[in-house]
Every structure is written in C-alpha cells, then in structure tokens.
C-alpha cells in the first residue's frame, strides 16, 4: 500500500482535523455507490478508506511515523534481515559468511533454535521474520435513521459475502463514525482483513441535531398558547406530554431532559421544544376580534431589536 499520507493528499503534520476532512472529501467522490461502474474508483475507495483507518490512530499513526509499522499495519523487518544489508547489496547473514558449519553458523542456530533456516533470505523461525499480510479491509456506509441514531437502535448490515450482522450504535454516533468488523474483510495469506463501517445518519423531516441534543419547532393553535393546555410532543422513544402555561409567546423554548443523543461515555442530551402559534387562515371571527381590540397596537415587541 502507499505512503497513507500520499493516499489522503495531507502532510504528515496534518491534525485529526485536516485528515477527516480530507478522508471525507474523497471518500464522497469515490464511494462505490456512485461510481458503479468504475472499479478503479471502488479500489482507491478502499485504499484511502484503510489510510484514513491507519492515520485515525493515534497509536497506530504514531508507530508508523516511527517505522515500526508499514502502511498495511504490518511489522517492519528490523534493520540488516531479510536483504536490505550492507553497500546497498541484498545480504543477509549466512552460515559461509562465517567459515561455515563449525563457527557463528553453530552459535546462530543455538540462538534462534535448530528450527531456523539459515541462507539469503535471512532468518526464519521467530525472529527478523515479516508476518504473513492480511487480506484487504473492505469499506461499507451504512445509512440509519435519525431516531435510530438517538435511541441507538440495533443496525443490521449485509456484508459482500450475504451475510448479516447485528450492529450496536455506540454512544456518541454521528455521521461519519466508523465502525469496525474484525476478519469481515477480503481473505489474504495471514487471515482475513477487516469490514470499516462508516456511519451515515439520514435528515429528519421535523428534528434537526444540535450537538447531543435535538432541536424540534412544535405548532401549537392560538388557544393552546394564550390559555394553556397540555400537548403531546413527539420523541425518537414516544410521544410525552408537555404543559404550556397561560400567555405563552410564540418562541418560546421548553427543554425535555434526557430526550436526545446518547453521550460518550455517558448521558443523553435534551430536546429543545420551541413553539411556534399556528394561526388558522381566513378566520373571520378572529380577524374581527383583532380589528375590534382596543389595545392591539400596543407597545412594540421589536423594541429590544432597536426597531
């Protein structure tokens, strides 16, 4: 795989910021979705989905930078094994190096037990040798709803293969959020890669996301607001109940605890209620009431506004 860094087109000082939004811009233009019929697109998906996966971390960022991993997440070979030796030649120790079977060869193989085998390639048996590299990561988006998001309502997934899974939203979920499916990706010579999982949450058609919260323009008629009442207010759980006190204004915001998102690591934010006075159109007999109130000129609610 390439240099990750290369793959985002960021620089290797990039903050978590630049690399999300790097990741996500690119990720928008080559999802498989929208490119069904260039292959070539899909695959560079995938590859700068894996980057993204690699950089997202800080630990595994970090033992890259210091080239203890390469850009597959696979160990580096230490320095002088496996070829890559001395005057750029591809040397590694060997048993005639050393005057064959009776000097370091013999103190070699006691070191790394009889089961190393000694020749160009270097050592094998445990130490200096590379791992076997896994399959490829697959990338998936899945699209949930805003209420299933809240509630953290179960996902299920179909994976390439058919199969399905069950996903557990975590607290904190937010388009964008990616999920991973260890060994549901592509098979490879060291066991199968993973399944990335990027979390997209649909438009509501009333509920809008603030933060952890959720933010909801509740009608309400003339009567309800200036006598009071108590209104049924839709929830991502269940409708509850709301009091609306006498004269309350049009704007008005009321908090329901515990109604929204689920924070990390813990709690919920709120709903903010703000109500809106739905007037009933052509209504004669309130335009004749207002035509016929003595003080409905009176005062101005723009004041504060310095108009």
């Known amino acids: 795989m390439a240099d990750p860094y290369q793959t985002l087109g960021v620089a290797r000082g990039a903050d978590e910021a630049e690399i999300k939004k790097a990741y996500r811009k690119l990720a928008k233009e080559l999802h498989p979705d ?43 070979m230490p320095p002088g094994f496996g070829g890559g030796g001395y005057g750029g ?40 040798r590379r791992a076997a590299p896994k399959g490829a990561n697959l990338a998936y988006r899945l699209a949930v709803g805003f209420e299933d998001a809240a509630r953290l309502a179960p ?41 990335i999982v990027t979390i997209e949450i649909q438009a509501h058609r009333f509920y809008t996301r603030a933060g952890d919260d959720i933010r909801l323009n509740l009608p309400v008629t003339l009567s309800e607001a200036v006598l009071g009442a108590s209104v049924k207010v839709p929830t991502p759980d269940g409708p509850v109940m709301l009091t609306i006190p006498k004269g309350t204004t049009s ?40 035509e016929g109130w003595k003080d409905r000129d009176a005062g101005n609610p723009r004041a504060k506004m310095g108009v």
């Open 34 to 76: 929208r490119n069904k019929d260039d292959p070539r697109k899909a695959e560079r998906f995938a590859k700068v989905t894996q980057a993204y996966d690699l950089l997202n971390d800080k630990d595994k960022r970090a033992r890259f930078d210091r080239g203890e991993i390469d850009a597959d997440g696979n160990p580096t």
């Open 155 to 195: 996902q299920r997934i179909t994976l390439r293969d058919g199969k399905t899974i069950d996903l557990k939203l975590p607290a904190g979920v937010e388009s964008g959020t990616q999920m991973r499916l260890g060994g549901k990706g592509e098979e490879g010579p060291g066991g199968a890669g993973d399944a």
């Open 89 to 128: 030649q591809q040397h590694g120790f060997r048993a005639e190096d050393f005057g064959g079977g009776g000097g370091f060869g013999d103190i070699f193989e006691g070191l790394f037990g009889g089961g190393a085998r000694r020749g160009g390639g270097g050592f094998e048996g445990g130490f200096g």
């Open 251 to 290: 704007g008005k915001v009321f908090r329901l605890k515990g109604r929204g998102f689920h924070k990390k690591p813990s709690g919920r934010g709120d709903i903010l209620v703000t109500l809106m006075v739905d007037l009933p159109e052509n209504d004669a007999a309130l335009t004749e009431f207002v």
